[in-house]
Nanobody, 118 residues
């Protein structure tokens, strides 16, 4: 079982940038597809971005496409989410997730809070 720990959240003004990091331990990250989800208060947890095991293919929610970039460094057991041009509606708890495929992300971290002020 892989353990995931997110970091890098915080408070940022609209238009600013943040980079979230997800550190994996317990197993090699190269065996997992990875993703980032987010959950705003009173809303469901939604997918933000996904990346395949080797990093060759990525998928993005329409709401973040062109602004967010998911990447991974399997040698360091790390996954990242670069977030640019942040909007107040990006405010949420962001979760890192791992799974056998990008469609089956079932192991979760504890989340990191991102707050975007207007």
């Amino acid at each position: 079982q892989v353990q995931l720990v997110e970091s890098g959240g915080g408070l940022v003004q609209a238009g600013g940038s943040l980079t979230l990091s997800c550190a994996a331990s317990g197993r090699s990250l190269s065996t997992y597809a990875m993703g980032w989800f987010r959950q705003a208060p009173g809303k469901d947890r939604d997918i933000v971005a996904r990346i395949t095991r080797g990093g060759g293919t990525t998928y993005y929610a329409d709401s973040v496409s062109g602004r967010f970039t998911i990447s991974r460094d399997n040698a360091k057991n790390m996954v990242y989410l670069q977030m640019n041009s942040l909007k107040p509606e990006d405010t949420a708890i962001y979760y890192c997730a791992a799974g056998a495929t990008t469609a089956s992300l079932t192991s979760w971290g504890q989340g990191t809070q991102v707050t975007v002020s207007s």
